[in-house]
């Protein structure tokens, strides 16, 4: 097991493979194992790193730091510590966030390319905002089950992320780092607060760096219309969407996801 210390906490990733580095962000909650299939399939022509963030997967679980810039941070700290150059940032659903707000903090030196993986500007219903797939009242409602029914938060996250039902293994793997995320209000309930409020709509438009959006067709999640937006925000994007897949692209669809990906970096 990896760990690299990036101010003050222990983050646990996995590294796999030579040649272009990809690094792998997941969502909120969420860790490593969501890449389990990109850790196997592409590892062969690419460097694949998977990082748990702080409070989440098998990363330290500290009382303090759960916000998506504390995130970058941490991320900025990790680059420098494995010496990671022209890498290509893969972000699953929060993960994106956390890659815009890298960008935005500290460049592009690092970076060579983004794919950012079925996500919005902004997780908020603002009101000059429609494509927002939470409101003060369903925030309010997600933060009452972390702290009164953890099981019930988890089985319904499963329900929504999937276009169907994923298979037992799958599901036990989802069940599992759902859970290794702590529900106390420091690390669970703080970063759903945190990460849902953030709004990237005035970032966007200054990335230029090449970006491989991807969307998943169900949209019990997130519509496909507010991630194409990021697209149309995004001055170098392209768009491609995911037929048979609702949030979780990375397990519903792995074989067909790692090929665009692979068609992708070729194309840089």
Not at 17 to 33: E, S
Not at 47 to 65: C, Q, V, W
Not at 145 to 160: K, N, P, Y
Not at 168 to 177: A, C, I, N, Q, W
Request: charged content about 25%; hydrophobic content about 40%.
């Amino acid at each position: 097991m990896s760990y690299a210390r990036c101010n003050g906490a222990d983050l646990y990733f996995e590294d796999e493979g030579d040649g272009t580095p990809l690094v792998f962000l997941p969502g909120v909650m969420t860790g490593v194992r969501f890449f389990t299939h990109q850790l196997a399939s592409l590892s062969d022509d690419y460097r694949i790193i998977a990082l748990d963030y702080r409070g989440h997967g098998r990363s330290e679980k500290t009382e303090t730091g759960h916000t998506v810039p504390q995130y970058a941070r941490d991320l900025h700290a990790f680059l420098g510590h494995r010496d990671l150059h022209d890498v290509i940032l893969v972000g699953w659903s929060m993960g994106a966030l956390v890659s815009w707000e890298y960008l935005d903090r500290y460049g592009a030196d690092r970076v060579q390319a983004l794919v950012d993986v079925d996500m919005s500007a902004s997780a908020f219903a603002w009101d000059d905002y429609g494509h927002g797939n939470n409101d003060l009242g369903r925030l309010t409602e997600t933060l009452e089950l972390v702290q009164t029914s953890h099981e019930m938060l988890i089985e319904g996250l499963i329900g929504a992320a999937f276009a169907d039902p994923p298979s037992p293994e799958t599901r036990v793997l989802v069940f599992d780092e759902l859970s290794r995320t702590p529900p106390p209000i420091q690390v669970k309930s703080a970063i759903l607060f945190d990460y849902t409020m953030r709004d990237y709509r005035d970032v966007l438009p200054d990335i230029e760096l090449p970006t491989l959006v991807c969307a998943g067709r169900d949209e019990k999640w997130r519509t496909v219309a507010a991630v194409r937006d990021v697209a149309d925000r995004l001055p170098n994007a392209e768009f491609e969407l995911f037929e048979e897949s609702g949030h979780c692209i990375t397990l519903e669809e792995p074989e067909r996801f790692s090929r665009r990906v692979e068609s992708f970096v070729e194309s840089l």
